[in-house]
């Protein structure tokens, strides 16, 4: 089957990119390497699968084309979901390796439950302390309201870094996780969109647009080379000379006969095994060939039998 040069390339490049997502798909979904090698094997088979498919059941009869259809129509489901997986997982890796960038910040001290512990106990102790009266100056109870309540200025002081701290772990935690979501898909969640739908939605429509591609490149590719007919017109020229018009007519050139006789065997062995119908229109489409040939092919199939 002859193949065309430019949407070849194209075509090519396509199927190629397509495999090397199958081949990224399978060796992260499989555990053992075994595993991961059959996860490629039947993801890469399935790529070629559906990009060549269409351009190969073309030239068929109708039973067959119904019959790839349905396996283009699954190898295509099957395609486009390992490739939402690749999508996905790199998409994750994405995010950590964003997330990672992020400085992360260092508490140091005591938490605020156990700073909220040692401060309630203080407190105790100094009520304690000042209600306690003495009939003549006390120098120990003073003493020791000063220091209880130096030991409150201090606790405060601590209990406020410590808060300064969780509120830097808090916005940290937060930038974190904002770097690991996808810029496109934190926009989208603005409309009330889950970002795993969103995900698996842009994950699907990019392997949907690039198996489209290349099959359509495929098709392109691989579409039978229509036969040329041969011109029966003959060019007409007009000389004026002295003022009389004189027509001149080139002499025909003699028409290429194409012996179809290869073609009818080939043919008559599709029909009787039941792959062709004895029509125009499905021997044009499996020969790959004109109308007028077609038609030709055709009567020698009637003329003998």
Same mark, same amino acid.
């Not at 490049?13 to 399978?26: K, Q």
């Not at 439950?113 to 512990?117: E, K, L, R, Y």
């Given at each position: 089957m002859p193949m065309r040069a430019q949407p070849a390339l194209l075509a090519?490049?396509?199927?190629?990119?397509?495999?090397? %997502?199958?081949?990224?798909?399978?060796?992260?979904?499989?555990?053992?390497?075994?595993?991961?090698? %059959?996860?490629?094997a039947v993801g890469v088979v399935l790529v070629v699968a559906a990009h060549l498919l269409p351009a190969l059941i073309r030239s068929h009869g109708r039973r067959i084309r119904i019959v790839g259809a349905l396996l283009w129509v699954g190898c295509m489901a099957a395609t486009c979901y390992g490739h939402a997986v690749f999508f996905l997982l790199a998409q994750k890796h994405a995010g950590e390796v964003r997330a990672a960038a992020v400085p992360a910040v260092v508490t140091t001290g005591r938490s605020l439950?156990?700073?909220?512990?040692d401060r309630a106990v203080i407190v105790s102790r100094l009520a304690r302390v000042t209600e306690r009266r003495c009939a003549e100056p006390c120098p120990s109870l003073r003493i020791e309201r000063a220091t209880l309540s130096a030991k409150l200025d201090a606790i405060d002081a601590e209990a406020a870094q410590a808060k300064r701290q969780e509120v830097a772990q808090d916005r940290a935690d937060a930038a974190r996780a904002a770097a690991a979501t996808d810029p496109v898909t934190g926009t989208l969640t603005a409309f009330g969109i889950p970002s795993g739908r969103v995900d698996l939605l842009a994950g699907l429509a990019f392997a949907a647009v690039l198996e489209a591609v290349a099959c359509f490149c495929w098709l392109l590719a691989l579409r039978p080379v229509e036969t040329l007919k041969p011109n029966a017109g003959a060019a007409v020229t007009v000389v004026t000379e002295n003022g009389n018009a004189v027509t001149v007519e080139p002499p025909q050139p003699n028409p290429v006969v194409i012996e179809p006789q290869d073609d009818v065997t080939r043919v008559l062995d599709e029909i009787a095994a039941g792959r062709l119908r004895a029509t125009v229109t499905e021997i044009r489409k499996y020969l790959g060939c004109s109308q007028t040939r077609a038609s030709e092919v055709r009567k020698r199939i009637v003329a003998t039998g």
């Open positions: 090519g490049a396509a199927t190629v990119t397509a495999a090397c %997502l199958s081949v990224m798909a399978g060796w992260q979904r499989g555990g053992f390497v075994i595993e991961r090698v %059959l996860w490629i439950a156990v700073i909220a512990g």
